[in-house]
Structure formats: structure tokens, C-alpha cells
């Protein structure tokens, strides 16, 4: 159909819940039929206390660096109603998902990469350089565990960072029968995946070989990767954010050429 160009498509969406409503709006709208199967739960940390705390200490930083939306939202919902954002205080992040909410929190001009959108990106920023962070303080907002890469670097580039717990994440709520059965039927057309460690439990699931010939969308060669070496056949890279996953499954399913990640 015209317009249409995801009809009749079944595509599992593994956000977390509360963070997939405009994606899934955008795949309806051209024609695809959304499974919401959210890989990540997350929740707020128990104690608020050390975030209501920090909201007076900002102005004793340089930088402050959120590592994802889920930061963005647990930590400020937290702190901004303590006390205000200190403005000599610069803001940082990876991601557009993360600039879109901090931009909704009412900040400009976010320090982030205009491509890549990981670690390694933003440490070729010029305000991630040994020139710029050595001797700074930086604290660094995100959720338990996660990748150390951004943090160890600028210590060793001399900048003397902080970690804040702001969200805790653990394993999917959901009951996978219903993405299971309708793999098994030949119903599902392509999974997506976000991030490696959705990847992770994912495949643990049980049954979860019955997912590993379907075509499964990522928006970062590492996690398409790490894909490919837990038993993934067909992952395809997309560009990040939603507009990049939308395009990648619209270039995937339409009459004409697409590239597979080798698994």
C-alpha cells in the first residue's frame, strides 16, 4: 500500500516500557504492527537521598554527563526540584534521544557527538581532550553497571570524575510467550535491539532460538557484533535514533538492495 510501506509486518520493540509510544506510533502509521516486548526494566534508585544531595554540589563541577535518557530523567526529576541548575555547570551526553530530553528540560547547548554516539565518540570531542578535562571535576550520571570506558579514560586524561547512581536496571517484566509463539508461527518479521545488554537478555531467554533467523535491527556495529557471536544470523546496522531504525526497516522490507552484518 501506498504510504505504507511496513504492512502486514510484525516488529518486536524491545525499549524499556514508557520509552517506545513514538516509535511504535511511527511504525503504525506506516503499516507495520508494533510487539511491544520491553528487554530492560527500569526503575527509580530506592534511596533518592545522594541525588537530593548532589543538586547542592553541581556548581562544584565543570562537566556533568548523562549517559542516557533514563539519566536524564531519574537524575533531574530528582535534583531539579532540590535546587536549580547551576549555569557555569556544562552539560554532556552521547545520544539524540538524550539531547531531545534534556532539550525538554529547557538545556542548550549539550556537549555531544554529531555522530557515532558512544564513548569513543564523544572522547574525540574537544572538550573531552587531556587540555581541556585535566584537572576538572566531572561526574558522570547513569544507571548501575554499564560500560567504564568514558570514566577510566578521563581519570587517566586527568580529569577526576564521580559516579552517581540515578536508575537501576534489571531484566524484561514481560512474559515472552506471546514474541515467542508468534516467531515460531512465522508471524514475526524482524526484531530491534538497542542496546548490548537488551542483546544479553534476550538471548537468554528460553526458547530464544527460535529468534535467531529473524532479522534483527541495531543501531551500532558493536552490538551488531555482539550479536552475531551469540547466534544471530541477519543483523542489519541501522543509523541511531529512531528516524535511523525507522529508515533501516523501511530499506530492509522495500523492493530493493539492504546490508546484512555478517553473523
Known amino acids: 500500500m501506498a504510504g505504507q ?3 502486514g509486518r510484525i516488529i518486536a520493540i524491545t525499549r524499556p ?3 517506545a ?3 511504535c506510533a511511527t511504525l503504525a502509521a506506516l503499516g507495520a504492527e508494533p510487539l511491544r516486548f520491553p528487554l530492560l526494566t527500569v526503575a527509580p534508585v530506592d534511596d533518592p537521598a545522594p541525588l537530593q544531595a548532589m543538586a547542592g554540589q553541581l556548581a562544584d563541577y565543570s562537566m556533568v554527563f548523562f549517559v542516557s535518557p533514563n539519566a536524564v530523567r531519574h537524575a533531574l526529576d530528582v535534583m531539579l526540584p532540590v535546587a536549580p541548575w547551576p549555569s557555569a555547570v556544562a552539560v554532556a551526553t552521547v545520544g539524540r534521544g538524550s539531547q ?14 554529531e555522530q ?5 565518540s564523544v572522547l574525540a570531542l574537544p572538550a573531552f581532550q587531556p587540555a581541556a578535562v585535566a584537572g576538572r571535576r566531572i561526574l558522570i550520571l547513569r544507571g548501575d553497571g554499564g560500560r567504564d570506558l568514558l570514566g577510566q579514560t578521563l581519570i587517566e586524561r586527568g580529569a577526576r570524575v564521580d559516579y552517581l547512581t540515578c536508575y537501576h536496571r534489571s531484566g524484561p517484566a514481560t512474559d515472552p510467550a506471546p514474541l515467542l509463539a508468534s516467531a515460531r508461527a512465522g508471524r514475526l518479521s524482524a526484531l530491534t535491539i538497542t542496546s548490548s545488554e537488551g542483546l544479553g537478555y534476550l538471548r537468554a531467554l528460553p526458547g530464544a532460538e527460535a529468534l535467531l533467523d529473524l532479522p534483527l535491527f541495531v543501531p551500532h556495529p558493536r552490538i551488531a557484533e555482539r550479536a552475531g557471536e ?3 544470523s541477519r543483523v542489519i546496522v541501522t543509523e541511531a535514533g529512531d528516524s535511523g531504525l525507522v529508515a533501516g526497516l523501511v530499506a530492509h522490507f522495500a523492493p530493493r538492495n539492504h546490508n546484512t552484518y555478517p553473523g
Open 21 to 23: 509510544d513514538a516509535l
Open 5 to 7: 510501506p511496513l504492512a
Open 230 to 232: 551469540t547466534g544471530f
Open 17 to 19: 516500557a514508557g520509552q
Open 116 to 120: 557515532g554516539f558512544d564513548s569513543e
Open 100 to 113: 531531545a530530553v534534556l532539550a525538554e528540560r529547557g538545556f542548550q547547548g549539550v556537549i555531544a557527538p
